[in-house]
């Protein structure tokens, strides 16, 4: 595709102004019309219906209540408002698309319920997230009639809007005034904050992250549905097209996600589904893909697949594939951007991946019910795309692998950057290592999301986000400090297809107490007798002593000249340091489902301290050289 340098909001012209069209748009045809929703693959119809039964139970155990609501007012608990939202939520979300699929008028009263229960709430805003916009005053309880334009309020008016689109005429037939009560809601809670109100995901004062495109795709839709004044749509494609733009304003050329793998499913999938609306609402007028760094944004998730099931996870991310990962979005995506290979990786993973009903299905509503009314997207030419060595220079991550598309063999990520990425961790010089897929060194990644979490405070209290639990060095027993002013330095990636490295500096990440001189490193993939070494140098300005961390997955066992980490082998230089081996035992639920309940730190420590020193960690499989 070729790309372009304007802006998304040049392209409103008065051209594309006139092809607004108002009233005509619905993510898929009604629910009357059979014949349109009988192309529905067998085994996603099953796991629907299967799932809708699911959401049954978790609705009926997850009711919500005042305590609820009053939970993170006291005590800074988020989860459980957002489990009662997240099951009524999946309730109303399954059954209207198991309506859709199969027509059956029983389903019709239990949507209806389930509409009309979102509709009664007090806010659609999780708690955590209810900030006046105009003051940021936090009230215990929700005002009355008051929402707040987050995540979930959009999502949730989004999702409304979607099934008032495709049901709403049935639901209308049996309950008279329901469509009219789901509109006001949309506009009272939704349009009307959107019209009035300044948000700070807006990026008035910088580049927002992915609250902007996550909001604004959501919003569209809500729009595209309800609104009914021609004038008042033009000017909410307006106002989102400024706020798309400040979005974009934040990426590198290269279209990497500082918020991590994880994230760009809410943050570049957003984009695609605003800028596809768009499309839609327009007949094609306004064409945002060309746009940069939009075709680069659709290479990411590609690009940070570590296997079918497994992914670079900086930032807030997990190492397992999340919930909200759809391959049908993404294989959108690269059709839109004209990127076979990107649509090509998109099948082989959507093979690999069935359909999900069981995620945040409010936000995901749209791309489930495009991926259900898409049976045999994934036939055709499918192959994984995962590049051989790739750099990122917008977040100076790279990785690189032993063949481009293989699982097999090993694989390393390493990052530069800087301290105050957004969902940031304190990671630079940040190391991940597998082997055939499997772990060997790990990012931990983040636990469920509490109060702590976002505060400044007391974000950096957490374990997971130090360096003191990262492949990082401690120098002196020194961590890493938040804030852009901790980074890396000269940071430098080369290629020649056998060898693939990175270096930097990573001596201004840490503060002047570490009495640090120097502190370099290098991250090298070796393909010729397969390797990854971590090569580390440094010097002080005192005499002074070094550890690096390593986690792992797998238990570190002892064995000559290093450590067995499942089917790899680290050899260190065990004559100048010793290793320290920490079993850390996960009580967050989160953490303890993607690493079976436990992890493990190593400290590599400096048997003597030393004014300047070295060390070379080697990866290999064991038994290898």
Known sequence: MHTSDTSFRSLLTPEVRAAVRVGTWSPAPPVQDRAAWAAVDERDRRALGDGLLRWREKAAREQHSLTRWAAYSRTGDR???ERAEHALCGLVASTALLLGVTGDAELVPELADGVWRLCELSAWCLPSHYALPES????FLPIPGRDVLDLADASIGAMLAGIDAIAGERLERDYPGIRARVHHEIRRRVLDPWEKEVYF??????PP???????????LVCAAVVETDRDRLVATIDRALVILDRFRAGYDDDGSCDEGATYWWWAGATLFEALDLLAELTAGALDGFPVRPVPQMARFPMAMQIGTGSQVNYSDGSAAMPENANWHLLARFGTRVGDDQVVRHARWMGRAHALRFDGQLAPLFRRTLAALRAPGWTDGEAAAGMPAALYLPGTEVAVARERAGDVSGLFVAAKGGHNDVS???NDVGGVIVSLDG???????????????TFEPATRYTIWTMRSGWHNVPLPNGVEQRHGVEYHATDTAFDDDGTTTGLEMDLTAAYPDVSRLERCARTVRLDRRDPAVELRDSWAFTATGTMTLVLMTAFEPRPEAGGLRVGDARLAFDTDRFDASVEPVDLDDAKLAKVWNGRVYRTRLVQRAAAPAGGHVLRVTRAGAG
Do not use: F, K, M, T
Request: aromatic share 10%.
């Open 79 to 81: 989860q459980p408002q």
């Open 136 to 139: 940021g005053e936090r009230p």
């Open 201 to 206: 995901w807006h990026g008035v004062d910088g």
């Open 209 to 219: 992250n992915n609250w902007a495109p996550w909001i604004v795709s959501n919003v």
């Open 423 to 425: 969902h940031n961790h």
């Open 438 to 452: 499997a772990p060997v060194l790990i990012d931990v990644g983040v636990g469920v999301y509490r109060r702590e």
